[in-house]
């Protein structure tokens, strides 16, 4: 079930016309019961997975917090990690390793014929390990309070606006609003419906649209020059950005209607000017939770063995930096996906966020107050860097990384024929999101629409239900982050 789908308006209108009509203990067991619906309906065989992990991070959370003896309580938390990891692991990483191993000893002159299983990726894993894993770690830090209630513990894993594709909540926001009675807004209507809308255009007449444009150029068996590798990675950028911030936006429309606030999960990523700051305003919560789980710790591991000034000259803390930053966005690569591509990916924008922090030196500048030149050419250069990034990212294999890469540096061919069927289409669907974003960025304000006058703000929303509507791809196509 994808939200732009019937199927999905269906539900959701039935879940909300009962949701509205029930106390808050019922409520809870509604949104438990439809999140479970929402997970069983793309495959049932999956859902003893999501309780599973439910029920035994519960219990850890509970144990954990019940102990004051550190060797019981870190015994918990290894438990409940080595749970989820190797969950994951084995269902998202068996093939990737199982198929490596086996070309490893082709290489080196070993013929292994072995059984190998073709494990299917259940939907969402990565987002909702994540979420329990964040959970139990912070129980066993003190920072938050274990959760009392299965039923609440189980929504607060399950909610289906955030289930799939995120945002990856933490419980010091989800958890709260679950346990409490919730009141409905008119000012939560209101900004929930605009999201939904926002969010479908940026899905069904952006991201879908450019869908067939970027998929045609990245074939296997397509053989691109260097200007429709350009056009086609550019148009990708808007893809993947109207797809995965579309889903966040009607995720927290849909929240927001039932009287739970999600958390941002974009913020004019394109606007940037640094890889800090793009990594700062793009997927959010996945920033978040690798520094707060993986970057810091890191760093802390190493600050402990390491003191004064370090190799080249460079003091040590720029090493824990790096190695930190290498290993968190390697690692943050293969969480996206377990193929090559994306392993080289995480290591480009680890390269990048450790060469700009050599760059500036850790400095901040405050860019608004830049002459509107320097300020342009940066988000260009940045935009440019992080196009390239998308590359490495769509790409299907290493070789077709290379192939493209050498095209658009030594095969760069300008043709009439790309500017018409690749141009013209991405400038059509991409500028009014450029136009819409552009302003937001412009006034720092996300919610810019709501503060314009009245038939302003209809006058918007109506131009963005009729594009949906006489230009937008309605055959339900899936979210890309669905596969991660």
């Given at each position: 079930?994808v939200?732009?789908s019937?199927h999905?308006v269906?539900f959701?209108a039935?879940?909300?016309?009962?949701?509205?009509?029930?106390?808050?203990r019922?409520q809870?067991?509604?949104?438990?019961v439809?999140?479970?619906y929402?997970?069983?309906?793309?495959?049932?065989?999956?859902l003893?997975?999501?309780l599973?992990?439910?029920?035994?991070?519960?219990?850890?959370?509970r144990?954990?917090a019940?102990?004051?003896?550190?060797?019981?309580?870190?015994?918990?938390?290894?438990?409940s990690?080595?749970?989820?990891?190797s969950?994951?692991?084995?269902?998202?990483?068996?093939?990737f390793?199982?198929?490596?191993l086996?070309?490893?000893f082709?290489?080196?002159?070993?013929?292994?014929?072995?059984?190998t299983?073709r494990?299917?990726?259940?939907i969402?894993?990565?987002?909702?390990?994540?979420?329990t894993?964040?959970?139990v770690?912070?129980?066993?830090?003190?920072?938050?309070?274990p959760?009392?209630?299965?039923?609440?513990?189980?929504?607060?894993?399950a909610?289906f606006?955030?289930?799939?594709a995120?945002?990856i909540?933490?419980?010091?926001l989800?958890?709260?609003?679950?346990?409490?009675?919730r009141i409905?807004?008119?000012?939560?209507?209101?900004e929930?419906?605009?999201?939904i809308?926002y969010?479908?255009?940026?899905?069904?007449?952006?991201?879908?649209?450019?869908?067939?444009?970027?998929?045609?150029?990245f074939?296997?068996?397509?053989h691109p020059?260097?200007l429709?590798v350009?056009?086609a990675v550019?148009a990708?950028?808007?893809?993947?950005?109207g797809?995965?911030?579309?889903?966040?936006?009607?995720a927290?429309?849909t929240?927001?209607?039932?009287?739970?606030?999600?958390?941002l999960?974009?913020?004019?990523?394109?606007?940037?000017a640094?890889?800090?700051e793009?990594?700062?305003?793009?997927?959010?919560?996945?920033?978040a939770w690798?520094?707060?789980?993986?970057?810091?710790?890191?760093?802390?591991?190493?600050?402990?063995?390491?003191?004064?000034?370090?190799?080249?000259?460079?003091?040590?803390?720029?090493?824990i930096y790096?190695?930190?930053t290498?290993?968190?966005?390697?690692?943050?690569g293969l969480?996206?996906?377990?193929?090559?591509?994306?392993?080289?990916?995480?290591?480009y924008?680890?390269l990048?966020?450790?060469?700009?922090k050599?760059?500036t030196?850790?400095?901040?500048?405050?860019?608004?107050?830049?002459?509107?030149?320097?300020?342009?050419?940066?988000?260009?250069?940045?935009f440019?860097?992080?196009?390239?990034?998308?590359?490495?990212f769509r790409?299907?294999?290493?070789?077709q990384?290379?192939s493209?890469?050498?095209a658009?540096?030594?095969?760069?061919d300008?043709?009439?024929?790309a500017?018409?069927t690749?141009?013209?289409?991405?400038?059509?669907?991409?500028?009014p999101?450029?136009?819409?974003?552009?302003?937001?960025?412009?006034?720092?304000?996300?919610?810019v629409?709501?503060?314009?006058?009245?038939?302003?703000?209809?006058?918007?929303?109506g131009v963005l239900?009729y594009?949906?509507?006489?230009?937008?791809?309605f055959?339900?196509?899936k979210?890309?982050?669905?596969?991660?």
């Amino acid at each position: 079930m994808v939200f732009n789908s019937v199927h999905f308006v269906v539900f959701f209108a039935a879940v909300y016309a009962l949701y509205r009509l029930l106390p808050h203990r019922g409520q809870n067991w509604l949104l438990l019961v439809a999140s479970y619906y929402f997970y069983a309906s793309w495959d049932w065989r999956f859902l003893g997975l999501l309780l599973a992990s439910t029920v035994v991070d519960f219990f850890c959370g509970r144990y954990i917090a019940a102990r004051e003896a550190p060797r019981q309580r870190k015994a918990a938390l290894i438990l409940s990690l080595a749970f989820n990891l190797s969950m994951l692991g084995f269902f998202k990483y068996f093939n990737f390793f199982a198929d490596n191993l086996h070309a490893l000893f082709g290489v080196c002159g070993f013929r292994v014929d072995f059984f190998t299983l073709r494990v299917l990726l259940p939907i969402g894993i990565s987002f909702y390990t994540f979420i329990t894993m964040s959970y139990v770690i912070d129980v066993y830090r003190r920072t938050i309070e274990p959760a009392r209630d299965l039923v609440e513990f189980g929504v607060f894993v399950a909610y289906f606006p955030h289930l799939v594709a995120g945002p990856i909540l933490r419980a010091s926001l989800l958890l709260v609003q679950v346990s409490k009675p919730r009141i409905i807004m008119s000012s939560q209507v209101a900004e929930g419906l605009w999201l939904i809308l926002y969010g479908f255009f940026k899905k069904m007449f952006v991201a879908d649209n450019l869908a067939p444009l970027v998929n045609a150029t990245f074939a296997g068996s397509a053989h691109p020059g260097g200007l429709e590798v350009v056009l086609a990675v550019l148009a990708f950028a808007f893809q993947i950005y109207g797809d995965f911030s579309g889903y966040s936006d009607i995720a927290r429309g849909t929240s927001k209607l039932l009287g739970i606030e999600l958390n941002l999960n974009f913020r004019f990523p394109y606007f940037a000017a640094t890889p800090q700051e793009f990594w700062a305003n793009w997927h959010m919560s996945l920033s978040a939770w690798l520094r707060d789980y993986l970057f810091l710790p890191l760093s802390y591991a190493f600050s402990k063995r390491l003191d004064g000034v370090g190799w080249l000259g460079l003091r040590d803390d720029f090493w824990i930096y790096a190695s930190a930053t290498m290993i968190t966005m390697l690692l943050g690569g293969l969480w996206h996906g377990a193929a090559w591509t994306f392993v080289l990916w995480g290591a480009y924008q680890g390269l990048l966020l450790v060469v700009f922090k050599v760059a500036t030196g850790g400095r901040r500048k405050r860019r608004r107050r830049s002459h509107p030149v320097v300020v342009g050419l940066g988000i260009a250069g940045m935009f440019a860097l992080t196009c390239y990034g998308w590359l490495l990212f769509r790409a299907e294999s290493v070789a077709q990384i290379a192939s493209m890469t050498k095209a658009i540096f030594t095969g760069f061919d300008p043709n009439m024929v790309a500017l018409t069927t690749m141009g013209l289409p991405l400038v059509g669907y991409g500028a009014p999101l450029a136009l819409l974003q552009a302003i937001e960025w412009k006034t720092d304000n996300l919610d810019v629409v709501f503060r314009w006058p009245a038939p302003l703000r209809w006058a918007v929303a109506g131009v963005l239900a009729y594009l949906i509507v006489l230009f937008g791809n309605f055959e339900g196509s899936k979210f890309i982050y669905f596969q991660f």
